[in-house]
């Protein structure tokens, strides 16, 4: 259901440059040949069922890249075909990968336009919630949209963003997963005079694709950047806010600013809830709160 891009098993190994992580970062090849019928099944059902969900949910730059990258039910695709039309179309690389990588692997990749996508495919058991992100995830949730070029632009700002976060330290680096998770991950937009989904952390999910439009309990609000980078969120129930753009140019232009001075302000301030709604927050809808669990806030 949701991607938990916060714990990071990583080792750490002390040298004369002080203690370093230990990095298990290799690209792989994807190795389409070893899927077995299971796992083709497994995306044809996923697929099958987000694209029925998703049509009128997310918005039109997904489904249209989608469909223009030839994505399809039949089989798991095919990384090397993708790139062809990804790189005509906005230069962008998908890079196999084991799974979640150091933050700073991630970052470089993003700020090289390579998009690391994990290459296994959940069990047929875990159909309906696996914790950590799998290729559906990676591959139907993410990468449609590097075909819009805003928003691809907007991955690439992000890693170079992250390679500087990374250099101030910390606090710096909570504040900008802040901004990941509420816009990449988990991001809605305003179109056709309703809110669509462009977060791949609800497009790869059943249940989360209905509950953050159709569900009364969860808070949608304007987006906000220094709001959002102070906001607390869920990795392990669906969001309680969900924050809303205008478009991939507001995005794009609400983030273009050098975010250092940003950090710096930010660091006095207490971090704000998951769940709260704040005097001056654009109230789209205020959330009910219904099935909310107290903690349990990152
Ligand atoms: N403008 C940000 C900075 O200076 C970088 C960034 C761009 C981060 C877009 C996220 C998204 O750090
Ligand atoms: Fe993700």
Redesign the pocket.
Known sequence: MVEATIPRRVEHQQTDKGCVPVYTTAVVEQPWDSYSADDHRTWGILYTRQRGLLAGRACEEFLRAQDAMGMGADAIPKFSELNRTLQAATGWTLVGVEGLLPELDFFEHLAHRRFPVTWWIRRPEQIDYIAEPDLFHDLFGHVPLLMDPVFAD?MQ??G???L??HAIGPEALQN?TR??WY?VEFGLVRQGGGLRIYGAGIVSSAGESRYCLESDAPNRIGFDLERIMRTRYRIDTYQKTYFVIDSFEQ??TA??????P??ARLADQPAIPAGAVLEGDTVIHRGSGEGWTDGGDV
């Open positions: 907007y700002a992000y170079r963003g992250g500087k976060a900008l901004l990941y816009t995005l794009m983030t273009a600013a050098d975010f250092t940003i950090y």
